[in-house]
């Protein structure tokens, strides 16, 4: 008898066939809630020695109620993908919290609460199946970068160092029922390349695969990543992989993503996903931008037929993913490429 995550429907045939609803901000959703160090530690972690207060991805475990209803309200406001809250669930971004044992039980059950709200909604509309991605953060270390402006040579985290915790966290993510692993808010493209080499170890240890999605950043106004990359030659250096979807998110507003995101249209012969902020934040750091003002800017991705998959990043809520999902009804994915295309020398 089939494996249950072998029946599911496939996420990659859905995105063929209309662009696809991702989720927006997990963090501005649990800062509404106004948490309190007890619900960080919870009766596991009570007797932890270093303060866990701002560690959200710690939820799964000690508050899961928060991260269902939150997963519920995004799937109510119209979105077809949910992200697991594993953005810093890698031993080397837990190692601040002196976490690294609980890697794996974190990942298992937020994918398990994010699975079981997919599935739950994809039962009230079976016409509307709900998946689930694994989201995989960029860790709070660069494998290209010296921390040390005395010392250019060094590094803070080896390629293999990076590749273990990625393979540990993805293989968590699997085992706890996502449809996609998404390799998010790239800043470093080593770091990105650990991730890919970490996902073929993951599939072998698991025996089967998933689709990979892959999502850089472009810092800020030069339309580079943080190691110095443009657009076109992220895309280029991430190529050899077999990806489901590449795009951008986070760092800038939907407007000032659409000239990256057309050079990316332009050569990836795979889906283009974008889920950028709700604008450029303040002087205060936070994010102003409406869910109707969101969604203008974000038709002109639609009229260029840029996207395959869409939705929000940082200050984004169910309102903005309910304008989101209204805005796509009924328009139709970007078209894959017939033939590889290679991009300009």
């Known amino acids: 008898m089939a494996r249950k995550f072998d029946m599911r429907p496939d996420i990659v045939q859905h995105s063929a066939q209309r662009i696809l609803v991702l989720d927006g901000a997990m963090g501005t959703m649990i800062q509404r809630h106004a948490l309190g160090e007890a619900d960080f530690r919870g009766d596991r972690f009570a007797e932890h020695p270093s303060p866990l207060k701002g560690n959200n991805d710690l939820l799964a475990l000690t508050r899961p109620d928060i991260l269902r209803g939150i997963h519920d309200e995004y799937f109510e406001a119209g979105a077809d993908i949910a992200e697991t809250n594993t953005f810093s669930s890698t031993t080397i971004a837990q190692a601040d919290y002196g976490l690294e044992s609980a890697v794996w039980d974190l990942n298992v059950a937020s994918a398990e609460i994010a699975r079981a709200s997919a599935d739950a909604w994809t039962e009230k509309t079976p016409n509307q199946p709900r998946f689930v991605a694994g989201s995989v953060g960029p860790t709070n270390r660069t494998a290209s970068i010296s921390p040390d ?59 089967r695969k998933v689709p990979i999605m892959v999502s850089g950043t472009i810092t800020d106004a030069s339309g580079r990543t943080l190691s110095g990359q443009t657009a076109e030659a992220f895309w280029v250096s991430m190529s050899h992989a077999p990806l489901f979807s590449i795009g951008l998110n986070c760092a800038l507003g939907a407007e000032q993503l659409t000239p990256y995101l057309e050079a990316l249209s332009a050569h990836a012969d795979c889906g283009i996903s974008a889920h ?68 300009s020398s």
Do not use: W
């Open 149 to 207: 402006v005395n010392d250019p040579g060094y590094r803070a985290v080896t390629f293999g160092e990076l590749v273990e915790a990625y393979r540990t966290q993805m293989e968590a993510l699997m085992v706890g029922g996502v449809d996609t692993l998404l390799i998010e808010t790239v800043f470093d493209t080593l770091n990105a390349k650990a991730a890919l080499f970490a996902a073929e170890e993951a599939f072998d240890r698991q025996g």
């Open 276 to 343: 950028p902020n709700a604008g450029l934040p303040n002087e205060m750091g936070e994010y102003e931008q409406g869910p109707d003002a969101m969604a203008a800017q974000l038709k002109a991705f639609l009229d260029k037929g840029l996207v395959n998959i869409l939705g929000g990043c940082c200050g984004t809520t169910p309102a903005h993913i309910k304008a989101i999902a209204s805005l796509v009804r009924g328009r139709s994915p970007r078209p894959l490429p017939s033939h590889p295309v290679k991009a």
